[in-house]
């Protein structure tokens, strides 16, 4: 994986900035390491970024997208990249590809990805082991994706 020495910033909920006209990238996956990696590299190719190590294993910690439908993270964001790893990651993905929802980035397994498909269709899907490369690249499709689109 990649590594940064700087100490990951942390958004909480309705925190996004503005004012920067960077793209904004919400980022969830429940492996610390992969959900600060990811973050630091992202942030150090210009893009605005907040986390989510999704809910708890043991359920304490709900997501408030599946709990109310809403999520001020995720609508705040331009682009979300999301995990097979997460508890709910079938459900969390489903509602992501709701209409009006930002462009999602999935990691999964390569011989998942027809059940992925078949549950968000327009999703950007990415095989694990994810690299560096693959993942930016993925990224920036599909942040260019919601530039493309007209606005509302």
């Known amino acids: 994986m990649f590594w940064s020495r700087r100490k990951p ?3 909480a909920t309705g925190e996004w900035d503005t004012s920067g006209g960077k793209t ?13 990696a990811y973050a630091e ?13 999704g809910e708890d294993y ?4 709900r997501c408030p997208l599946l709990e109310s439908g809403r999520c ?14 997460l508890v709910e990651g079938d459900a969390i993905l489903a509602m992501l ?6 462009p999602v980035v999935f990691e999964a397994p390569q011989p998942e990805f027809e ?4 549950l968000a269709p327009q999703s950007k899907l990415i095989a694990m082991q994810v690299t560096q490369k693959a ?14 689109e007209p606005a509302s």
């Open 135 to 148: 993942f930016l690249a993925t990224v920036a499709e599909a942040s260019a994706a919601t530039a493309a």
């Open 97 to 102: 590809a709701a209409k009006g929802s930002p």
């Open 115 to 118: 059940r992925y498909r078949q």
């Open 72 to 85: 001020s993270l995720v609508e705040g964001a331009d682009v979300v990249v999301s995990s097979c790893s």
């Open 24 to 36: 904004r990238v919400l980022v969830e996956n429940p492996d610390h390491v992969e959900l600060w």
């Open 58 to 61: 043991d359920g304490s910690t």
């Open 41 to 53: 590299l992202l942030r150090g190719h210009g893009y605005d970024v907040a986390t989510c190590a």
């Open 9 to 11: 910033r942390l958004i």
